[in-house]
């Protein structure tokens, strides 16, 4: 499956778009923080909750549950909030 | 303001005459960590000279970067971004090259149903005691205690303070604590026992463990808050900073949000010391910084913290203060600082000093400014200036 990567999070995975598996988004999170060791932490905290600026999206729709299911072609774009200062 | 220069300053060559190799020379480098990153300045033998090194971590939050003195090499950087949560950097060569800690500072994940805590950044680090190579203390912001013994690559919990129901209510919400959260801060190993150690909780007050932080009690006796609240209430304590003083580990010093305070174990009631200070100037900061030889000496940085506390140095003039008698008297040192509109102030972490005869003190502003002082306060001069708010400036002797 390919997901999207925001430049934030591309120290750890050295490209914009990388390939992982698993059949929900937690599943998919595991598999990357498999590959690419630290990274998921930096989005979801110790309770499993997504980070305040952290947002996840499956083929553009926006979901909010990392039980989420994913279905194979569905692509995921992990992107950061706008915010600043 | 003293030069800096970004090329390494050439090594002389050691004399082959020399019938005994002569002990390397050390030298002082002062790690700043700022809203936007971390920056080491490697000063020359006579700390006129600084070598520019960073940024490091360029857009990161670094709240804390702490050289270990047991091996002078590695490094810990606390660490967040606007987006990304918290985590801790390691670097064993000096900061060349850093790796991120297998398993950052974090609370244990709760039971489905329950509201548990996360850590938004890790706060303040302190490496642990002599003897413990490998051991270091972290602490978070919402507040947790947290232990690694592995040089900073895995940390667990403190459950003795994290989970005590006392100390849950002592911390308070997220609304008690400081603008940007609350703080578990000045984590102190005695130099004498690695098993006791002290801390503070902004808000909550100051914390004694006798046993390797497996317990914890407090001891605000003698410290004030807030008018009209009770000081017998822990929660109403609020340390800004508090120091131990190496040569005389029985005597602390601790710059509070009500007033500077000192505390000679064994006994357990602070004594008031920046009563005083001028009236006009008052004994609100963040900073304390004690000397490396001196328990009678300390520096404190007094900002304005009266009507809506305005955080600024007061007037807008600033001033570092010094005491040569444990809190008797203190003397104004403003040599070099501007003599007007500066409204910048210091942070907590943000001042400092080395371990050199005379001393050097090191500050960084609010306003992303480096001041240093070669002589212990009476003059000083300015290190380095644009660069982002200054969270936090330490000190280390490397070779």
Redesign the interface.
Known sequence: MRVLI?S??RSYTGEREVEATGATIAELLADLERRY??LR?????????M?P??RFFVDGEQVFDLARPLRPGESVQIV??L??? | MARTTRKPARRKQGSATHARRPRAATRVVVLVATRKGAWLYHGDASRRTWRVDGPHFLGHIVNHVVLDPRDGRTLLAAAKTGHLGPTVFRSTDLGRTWKEAARPPAFPKVPEGEKGRAVDHTFWLTPGHASEPGAWYAGTSPQGLFRSVDGGVTWEPLPGLNDDPRYRTWMGTVQDGTPDGPKLHSIIVDPRDPAHLYLGMSGGGVHESVDAGRSWAPIVKGMEVVEGFDPATVTFHDPHCVRLCPTNPDRLYQQNHCGIYRLDRPSSEWVRIGRSMPKRIGDIGFPMVVHPRDPETAWVFPMDGTSVWPRTSPGGVPAAYVTRNGGRSWRRLDGGFPERQAWWTVKRQAMTADARDPVGLYLGTTGGELWASRDEGRRWACMARHLPEIYAVETAEVR
């Open positions: 925001p934030p999070l060791p630290g932490f930096r989005m979801i905290d110790e309770q499993d909750r980070r600026h952290i950061q909030a915010s600043g200062g």
